[in-house]
């Protein structure tokens, strides 16, 4: 059993048979984040902070998605993890 990281943003990847993990955070020094249920409540615990602010992109498609957290200069992008099978 393999695990693939999936993108939470991207609508093509989604995994509706499959088993979520958790999720994992990766921040702008290329620092990791085990994260098990709750992305900000357990960034903000580990990092040390009370506050932390929505990170977003622009899609094609002129939408915008929620894609991290931006904790003191932490800039971290949160992906869900899922089970991958062949």
Do not use: Q
Not at 35 to 40: D, G, L
Not at 46 to 72: N, P, Q, R
């Amino acid at each position: 059993m393999d695990l693939a990281i999936l993108l939470k943003s991207f609508t093509y990847l989604k995994c509706y048979d499959k088993m979520k993990l958790g999720y994992i955070g990766i921040d702008n020094y290329g620092n990791h984040y085990k994260i098990n249920k709750y992305p900000r409540k357990e960034l903000l615990e580990c990092l040390g902070y009370k506050y932390a602010s929505k990170m977003f992109i622009d899609t094609k498609d002129k939408e915008v998605k929620h894609i991290g957290y931006v904790i003191g200069d932490h800039w971290i992008t949160v992906y869900e993890l899922h089970e991958w099978k062949k």
